[in-house]
């Protein structure tokens, strides 16, 4: 079975300040798949950024920036110097095979406030 | 520029009515889905369509049924609506199961209240 954790309910940041998205994830599969959605105020589900359980790199885009670790089964997610606009809900997904058929983590509630 | 364009935005049933949500998507995408998405839940599938004429039931099917009309069209059926269904309701789609470098599109969401 699949599981996607995302411990961090809700987080609060000053704005500059810098924010880690927390994501464990557990499945059985030696392919997957891992995503970011964004999710902002007017509900719609953005995506951030796929990776495949073979490419370890990092990735950096603008001010976000992603750190997977196969060791300890983690795709963490940093926004650095947060800005009010980043304020939204983000979800961390699995997939074993399909861009579309996604375990979705809770979620975590990033507030960014002035 | 539409995208996934999902019908109707809001709704308010009552238990026991039945009612369909409807998808679309102008992207020639050959895989959707539908997600349901509840407070503190994150999103669950419900049912997906890998291609034209095939469904296929997700994590939490039940109460639910589904038709891919069209490669375009596909639309969830709520056939005796319950309190537990209320929910936003997101559709997806994808250009093909196992997409390398394509990304995954969801409509705007229909918020849906059984009273």
């Known amino acids: 079975a699949q599981k996607v954790t995302q411990a961090q309910t809700e987080i609060s940041v000053v704005e500059k300040e810098d924010v880690t998205l927390d994501c464990v994830y557990e499945?059985?599969?030696?392919?997957?798949?891992l995503f970011w959605y964004k999710q902002p105020p007017s509900g719609e589900l953005v995506f951030l950024i796929r990776?495949?359980?073979?490419?370890?790199q990092n990735e950096i885009s603008g001010r976000y920036s992603w750190n997977f670790q196969k060791s300890t089964s983690s795709f963490n997610f940093t926004i650095t110097a947060s800005q009010v606009v980043d304020s939204a809900v983000y979800f961390c997904?699995?997939?074993?095979?399909?861009?579309?058929?996604?375990?979705f983590g809770a979620g975590t509630q990033v507030v960014v406030t002035p | 520029n539409a995208g996934v364009t999902q019908t109707p935005k809001f709704q308010v049933l009552k238990t026991g009515q039945s009612m369909t949500l409807q998808c679309a998507q102008d992207?020639?995408?050959?895989?959707m889905y539908w997600y349901r998405q509840d407070p503190g839940m994150g999103l669950r599938l419900i049912y997906y369509?890998?291609?034209?004429?095939?469904?296929d039931k997700g994590e939490v099917p039940n109460g639910y049924n589904v038709s891919r009309l069209n490669k375009r069209e596909f639309s969830l059926r709520l056939e005796s609506a319950a309190p537990s269904q209320t929910s936003v309701y997101f559709c997806?789609?994808?250009?093909?199961?196992?997409?390398?470098?394509?990304?995954?599109?969801f409509g705007q969401g229909t918020r849906l209240t059984v009273v």
């Open positions: 997806a789609s994808s250009y093909q199961p196992q997409g390398p470098n394509t990304e995954a599109f």
């Open positions: 499945t059985r599969d030696t392919t997957y798949y």
């Open positions: 990776r495949n359980s073979f490419d370890e």
């Open positions: 997904a699995l997939s074993p095979d399909s861009w579309g058929k996604l375990q």
């Open positions: 992207m020639n995408h050959n895989s």
């Open positions: 369509s890998a291609s034209e004429g095939t469904t």
